[in-house]
């Protein structure tokens, strides 16, 4: 009781007229003072939801027109080579070999995996360190759509399967360490790299939107990687 009446009257100046006030009516207050506090704190919560949600959004957008456009571009240097080869649904725009369905499945798998790296980057990250920079956006897409240009190179070439797994696990692990650092982001990118495989294995058994004709990696039954 004395710590909610110390404020001081310039801070609040219910705490001046309750330093003159008879116990029972202390008493009462004391009740109050608490539920004021509380309802603050709602109010501050819900702005600072609502703040959150108008963020999300845009944010959200942003997110699933980057996979629904560039995704789909760079997804085109690995069906460029027949690493993998579209069926039903596939389109030819130009050059780009892809299917109707790739699109708006990696809209929502960039928007899905962006915003949880967000989170988690929000979560983990001490105040201020989480901060993003275009530099580092710029060359986290470069090693991106290098990767996946070597991927692409590498089974063009014939290398054997065991090289290429060992050369492009160097390079993701190189990748990490120049632009990420952190565990939770390596833990991210490996529960990634083994529920996407699984996640393709219905689109592939029981719609037959893509297969690869060269993959040495069965699961359940699917031939995958």
Partial sequence: MQSLIAVGPACC?????????????????RYFVPRTRCT??????????????????????????????LGTLIDGLHSRVNLVVYENGSIDLGPLHT??????????????VGLLQLYLDERTSSKGSSQGSLEKTVASLIALVGFIE?????????????????ILFAMAELMWL?????????????????????????????FNLWYY????????GQVIL
């Avoid at 299917?99 to 899905?112: K, S």
């Avoid at 790299?193 to 294995?201: D, H, R, V, Y």
């Avoid at 004709?213 to 359940?220: D, K, R, S």
């Fill in 150 to 166: 070597l991927s692409a190179e590498l089974y063009k070439a014939g290398v054997a399967a065991n090289i290429e797994a060992y």
């Fill in 99 to 112: 299917n109707i369905w790739v699109p708006p499945l990696l809209g929502l798998f960039y928007c899905t």
């Fill in 178 to 206: 120049l632009l990420d650092r952190s565990w939770f982001g390596f833990a991210l990118a490996c529960v990634v790299g083994l529920a996407c495989p699984l996640a393709e294995i219905p689109l592939m058994k029981f």
């Fill in 213 to 220: 004709p060269q993959a040495n990696v069965e699961i359940l």
């Fill in 40 to 69: 603050l704190n709602e109010d501050r919560q819900s702005a600072a939801t609502g703040s959150k949600l108008s963020i999300a959004r845009p944010l959200s957008l942003s997110l699933f027109g980057s996979g629904f456009f």
């Fill in 13 to 29: 100046p219910l705490s001046h007229s309750l330093s003159y006030a008879p116990r029972t009516q202390l008493q009462n207050v």
